[in-house]
């Protein structure tokens, strides 16, 4: 991944000049460091543990001190200990230093974070496919890379000789988790893609050029999107919240590295590249609700995940940082700092 100031933008950022003074170049285990101007919570990840995706379990586990995510305080400080960072505190009600404005890096510079997508998938709702496979040139059930296939194309579909599909297998309907009775598209898998090798009237002859998944006949092709393998990061636009609403693998929980879809997509402007959090209802234990009527606490933190494919209505995004196991339902946010 390209670490550059441009990480400031979507990453939990204080923007502000850099002193003349270099920080600590490390702390040892146990000691505490003073947050300086310029230091990020993606900063200080990296430079005390070598992870700069730990950035979400400082935010969860410090909830009163780290109110919002992309502001913290020159002044503040942290403690090294055990491969954690614990926010300690250090201002009061009365303090009168804010944070102070961030500052938008220049349209130059750039952050690319590696995804090597294949295979995502995406949820189908109004868009038809352009053809389907109707036969290979041999008895073989499954097909598989190099294997030559007859294609049909759909009335107004067009094939030509060099042309590349992408072949989709329809799954289930997806149903919003929080409402039942809406139903957001149906499940589309990504099997792999096709290229067109000869064209002889209504006779097309494709080549599977990729293989993800077991490809078989009645496969259906649509529009080719070419795997990324590196997406740059752009600021959000949207303050609408949204929700996870299903996964590529139906896995009951999701961590790093998993595809899963989520209920905003282009008529939110949501764009390729949008960084969003992942959070849950905090649990709230019996001995904090004891002699309490009401407490709001925000929510917990439980990852990250950055939009690799968009929709109108929906998107198909990459977990690349979880603190906690993550679930269909989960509150989604759009990174817009």
């Given at each position: 991944?390209?670490?550059?100031?441009?990480?400031r933008?979507?990453?939990?950022?204080?923007?502000?000049?850099?002193?003349?003074?270099?920080?600590?170049?490390?702390?040892?285990?146990?000691?505490?460091?003073?947050?300086?101007?310029?230091?990020?919570?993606?900063?200080?990840?990296?430079r005390?543990?070598?992870?700069?995706?730990?950035w979400?379990?400082?935010?969860?586990d410090?909830p009163?001190?780290?109110?919002?995510?992309?502001?913290?305080?020159?002044?503040?400080?942290i403690?090294?200990?055990?491969?954690?960072?614990?926010?300690?505190?250090?201002f009061?009600?009365?303090?009168?230093?804010?944070?102070?404005?961030?500052?938008?890096?220049t349209?130059?510079?750039?952050?690319s974070?590696?995804?090597?997508?294949?295979?995502d998938?995406f949820?189908?709702?109004?868009?038809?496919?352009?053809?389907?496979?109707?036969?290979?040139?041999?008895?073989?059930?499954?097909?598989?890379?190099?294997?030559?296939?007859?294609?049909s194309?759909?009335?107004?579909?067009?094939?030509?000789?060099?042309?590349?599909?992408?072949?989709?297998?329809?799954?289930?309907?997806?149903?919003?988790?929080?409402?039942?009775?809406?139903?957001?598209?149906?499940m589309?898998?990504?099997?792999?893609?096709?290229?067109?090798?000869?064209?002889?009237?209504?006779?097309?002859?494709g080549?599977?050029?990729?293989?993800?998944?077991?490809?078989?006949?009645?496969?259906?092709?649509?529009?080719?999107?070419?795997?990324?393998?590196?997406?740059?990061?752009?600021?959000?636009?949207?303050?609408?919240p949204?929700?996870?609403v299903?996964?590529?693998?139906?896995?009951?929980?999701?961590?790093?590295?998993?595809?899963?879809?989520?209920?905003?997509g282009?008529?939110?402007?949501?764009?390729?590249?949008?960084?969003?959090?992942?959070?849950?209802?905090?649990?709230?234990?019996?001995?904090a609700?004891?002699?309490?009527?009401h407490?709001?606490?925000?929510?917990?933190?439980?990852?990250?995940?950055?939009v690799?494919?968009?929709?109108?209505?929906?998107?198909?995004?990459?977990?690349?940082?979880?603190?906690?196991?993550?679930?269909?339902?989960?509150?989604?946010?759009?990174?817009?700092?």
């Amino acid at each position: 991944m390209t670490r550059t100031l441009a990480c400031r933008l979507l990453i939990l950022v204080v923007f502000l000049t850099f002193s003349a003074f270099a920080a600590p170049a490390f702390a040892q285990r146990g000691e505490i460091y003073t947050i300086q101007k310029g230091d990020t919570l993606w900063d200080l990840s990296q430079r005390f543990i070598e992870d700069p995706f730990y950035w979400p379990n400082i935010w969860s586990d410090n909830p009163d001190l780290i109110t919002n995510p992309h502001l913290i305080f020159p002044g503040q400080q942290i403690r090294i200990l055990d491969g954690r960072l614990q926010i300690i505190p250090a201002f009061t009600d009365s303090d009168t230093e804010k944070p102070t404005e961030t500052v938008t890096p220049t349209t130059e510079e750039q952050l690319s974070i590696s995804v090597a997508t294949r295979g995502d998938g995406f949820i189908l709702v109004d868009e038809h496919p352009q053809g389907r496979i109707i036969d290979a040139t041999d008895n073989r059930v499954l097909l598989t890379e190099t294997d030559l296939v007859f294609v049909s194309m759909n009335a107004g579909s067009i094939a030509r000789t060099g042309d590349t599909f992408g072949i989709y297998q329809r799954g289930d309907v997806i149903v919003h988790p929080h409402n039942k009775k809406q139903r957001l598209g149906t499940m589309m898998y990504n099997l792999g893609s096709l290229k067109v090798v000869e064209v002889r009237g209504s006779t097309v002859v494709g080549r599977i050029d990729s293989a993800y998944r077991e490809i078989t006949r009645g496969a259906e092709l649509f529009y080719y999107d070419p795997p990324r393998r590196e997406i740059a990061l752009r600021r959000g636009t949207t303050e609408t919240p949204g929700a996870l609403v299903a996964t590529q693998e139906e896995k009951g929980t999701i961590s790093t590295g998993d595809i899963v879809f989520i209920d905003l997509g282009r008529n939110d402007d949501l764009a390729v590249g949008n960084l969003f959090y992942i959070s849950r209802p905090r649990q709230i234990t019996s001995e904090a609700l004891r002699g309490a009527e009401h407490l709001d606490l925000p929510e917990e933190v439980v990852g990250a995940a950055i939009v690799t494919e968009t929709r109108d209505n929906t998107s198909t995004a990459l977990i690349i940082k979880s603190v906690d196991t993550a679930s269909i339902g989960n509150r989604v946010t759009v990174a817009t700092d």
